[in-house]
């Protein structure tokens, strides 16, 4: 029995997150046993993050992004489309799904192409070509896993 317990206090209490100074989240995980484990190499940029107070990046050819939040292993961005603009064709090796927040487009992923508008969602597997055309104005809202470090420099 006591085994037994252990086992299920270390599956449904495995991971306890207790955040640290200087943006840095302290994750303890705790094996069958009790033993913990603490890994303080996980950082992210706040806890709150007020779109009103976030820069807007202009990435020119009417396209514009925010990076709202984000941590080691996953990120939150918005991207701002004018009527027309592009996301050219490109891959990478994150895991991505996209929200239509505002507007519609033309999205191509993996060579299918479909017509999406606001509250339509999209996944794009690691290492498929994807695209998309703003058919009006509009907002994608993406999560990307793990972060695009790119986006932070």
């Known amino acids: 029995m006591k085994k037994l317990t252990a086992i ?6 495995s991971v306890a ?5 200087d943006n840095v989240i302290k994750t303890t995980n ?3 046993n009790g033993v913990d484990s603490v890994d303080t190499n996980v950082s ?4 709150f993050n007020m779109n009103d107070e976030i820069k807007l990046e202009d990435l020119g050819d009417g396209v514009k992004r925010k990076v709202l939040s984000y941590s080691k292993n996953i990120m939150l961005v918005e991207v701002y489309f004018e009527k027309d603009a592009i996301g050219k064709p490109h891959k990478h090796i994150h895991e ?5 927040k505002k507007g519609s487009f033309k999205v191509t992923i ?5 017509i999406v508008k606001e509250n339509d969602a999209m996944y794009i597997a690691p ?4 695209s998309c055309v703003a058919l009006e104005e509009g907002v994608l809202l993406n999560v990307f896993t793990p972060r695009r470090e790119e986006f932070l420099k």
């Open 8 to 13: 299920l206090i270390g599956l449904f209490a």
């Open 17 to 21: 997150m207790t955040f640290g100074q």
């Open 30 to 32: 705790s094996d069958a």
């Open 44 to 47: 992210y940029n706040s806890s």
């Open 96 to 100: 991505q799904i996209n929200y239509v």
């Open 110 to 114: 993996d060579g299918v192409t479909k």
């Open 127 to 130: 290492n498929v070509i994807h």
